[in-house]
């Protein structure tokens, strides 16, 4: 079944650790996003792709990185793990050209202590 | 920079009562209007869209939405509301240039009580 997934769900983890997290999709998408969403507030683009070898930023700074290896993965990085990251950390995928609809995984819930 | 308001972050209704949740943005441009559901433990997925056309645009399980570009509103609406509806509903926008992302609302938390 197509789908986009994301791993971790939850991790909580200490200060200054380095963590990945991961983001799949099976859908063949191109494009494909991740939103950072503090509890309560709007979601905001930090980083997309438009394909292989592309990683941009988005609108809102985020100390983390992005790869684009491979096109059904896009994992995010961060170096050194901050209480200023807990947030929850969402991914999504499109087709170019579809109008800009996004398939968006179930989230990443970061807990940094 | 565009931005999205929702008006109500949390509304109660009773089964069967009409919804209307508010949704105003702020660019002058073109732009591409969506809404987007979170029902309890499971992903956002897309209600309805608006590209072009036809300003009142229909979606999945009964809900509609206005475009009205005078007043920059994208106003989501059900006529009878069922207790299945309760979710968390965000508004979005893309516009033309910028980064290729959207930009949401802070999202408005749906209760409805049976």
């Known amino acids: 079944e197509a789908d986009i997934y994301q791993t971790p769900r939850y991790l909580v983890i200490g200060t200054g650790k380095k963590i990945t997290l991961e983001c799949s999709q099976t859908?063949?998408?191109?494009?494909m996003y991740w939103y950072q969403q503090d509890p309560g507030m709007e979601l905001h683009l930090i980083h997309y792709?438009?394909?292989?070898?592309?990683?941009e930023k988005g609108d809102l700074s985020s100390e983390s990185t992005v790869s684009r290896i491979r096109t059904e993965h896009f994992p995010l990085t961060l170096e050194s793990a901050r209480p200023s990251h807990t947030s929850q950390y969402l991914c999504?995928?499109?087709?170019?050209?579809?109008?800009?609809?996004?398939?968006f995984g179930p989230g990443t819930r970061l807990t940094v202590t | 920079a565009q931005s999205v308001s929702q008006h109500n972050h949390h509304v109660i209704l009773s089964e069967a009562a009409s919804l209307e949740l508010g949704c105003n943005y702020s660019?002058?441009?073109?732009?591409?209007l969506f809404w987007y559901v979170q029902y309890p433990g499971q992903h956002l997925q897309l209600l309805l869209k608006?590209?072009?056309?036809?300003?009142l645009v229909k979606g999945i399980k009964g809900f509609e939405a206005e475009f009205i570009k005078s007043k920059f509103s994208f106003n989501l609406r059900k006529p009878s509301v069922q207790w299945s509806d309760t979710a968390e509903y965000f508004c979005?926008?893309?516009?033309?240039?910028?980064?290729?992302?959207?930009?949401f609302g802070k999202g408005t938390h749906l209760i409805i009580q049976p």
């Open positions: 608006y590209f072009s056309g036809d300003p």
């Open positions: 660019y002058g441009g073109t732009v591409n």
């Open positions: 792709s438009y394909g292989v070898n592309s990683t």
């Open positions: 999504a995928s499109r087709e170019t050209g579809a109008m800009y609809e996004q398939y």
């Open positions: 859908m063949g998408h191109d494009k």
């Open positions: 979005a926008v893309k516009v033309g240039g910028g980064a290729d992302g959207l930009t």
